[in-house]
T-cell receptor
Framework: DVKVTQSSRYLVKRTGEKVFLECVQDMDHENMFWYRQDPGLGLRLIYFSYDVKMKEKGDIPEGYSVSREKKERFSLILESASTNQTSMYLC???????????FGEGSWLTVV | QKEVEQNSGPLSVPEGAIASLNCTYSDRVSQSFFWYRQYSGKSPELIMSIYSNGDKEDGRFTAQLNKASQYVSLLIRDSQPSDSATYLCAVKAGANNLFFGTGTRLTVIP
């Protein structure tokens, strides 16, 4: 089974703090993704990476950055957290091509 | 026009009935089609994938694809209360372009 692990499940951060969300996958997948999910807005792609040290902007990259130093690990960084970044963040991975992506359990972030 | 459209529901069916969930997409070069189930407060879980026209069955689930009509559906037979969840349709066009619908909320009434 594909395993995508998000180390932080529930976080509460203050406005202006730097936030790191970590994601690790154990299936040697080339592609990794970060989404956020908000009620009524569905899943929105923030960034994805198709190889180590490679990244591409998704639909809503503003206020976020990512890091992929190793194939199995993809980090999402909020440089200066704001209240409108309160959301559920989902990491996913895939082996590319026509195949599906698999999600981690999600990280619930509240910015106060 | 949104790439993937689903009726947001809620869709309510009695236990034991067939639940029918529908999805339309706009990109004619779409190659792969997926259904994810998401329980409240949880992450999406892949339940079905379909790549060619026709039906694909897996247990109580059947995915149907009609590329000419740009339509994909999910049928759940003998619906159970545990099937109550939001079902997300996803369409892939190219290696990394995966588009999600906003989901249909299904409630199975005991």
């Amino acid at each position: 089974d594909v395993k995508v692990t998000q180390s932080s499940r529930y976080l509460v951060k203050r406005t202006g703090e730097k936030v790191f969300l970590e994601c690790v996958q154990d299936m040697d997948h080339e592609n990794m993704f970060w989404y956020r999910q908000d009620p009524g807005l569905g899943l929105r792609l923030i960034y994805f990476s198709y190889d180590v040290k490679m990244k591409e902007k998704g639909d809503i990259p503003e206020g976020y950055s990512v890091s992929r130093e190793k194939k199995e690990r993809f980090s999402l960084i909020l440089e200066s957290a704001s209240t409108n970044q309160t959301s559920m963040y989902l990491c996913a991975s895939s082996s590319g091509g026509p195949l599906a992506i698999y999600f981690g359990e999600g990280s619930w972030l509240t910015v106060v | 026009q949104k790439e993937v459209e689903q009726n947001s529901g809620p869709l309510s069916v009695p236990e034991g009935a067939i639940a029918s969930l529908n999805c339309t997409y706009s990109d004619r070069v779409s190659q792969s089609f997926f259904w994810y189930r998401q329980y409240s407060g949880k992450s999406p879980e892949l339940i079905m994938s379909i790549y060619s026209n026709g039906d694909k069955e897996d247990g109580r689930f059947t995915a149907q694809l009609n590329k000419a009509s740009q339509y994909v559906s999910l049928l759940i037979r003998d619906s159970q209360p545990s099937d109550s969840a939001t079902y997300l349709c996803a369409v892939k066009a190219g290696a990394n372009n995966l588009f999600f619908g906003t989901g249909t909320r299904l409630t199975v009434i005991p």
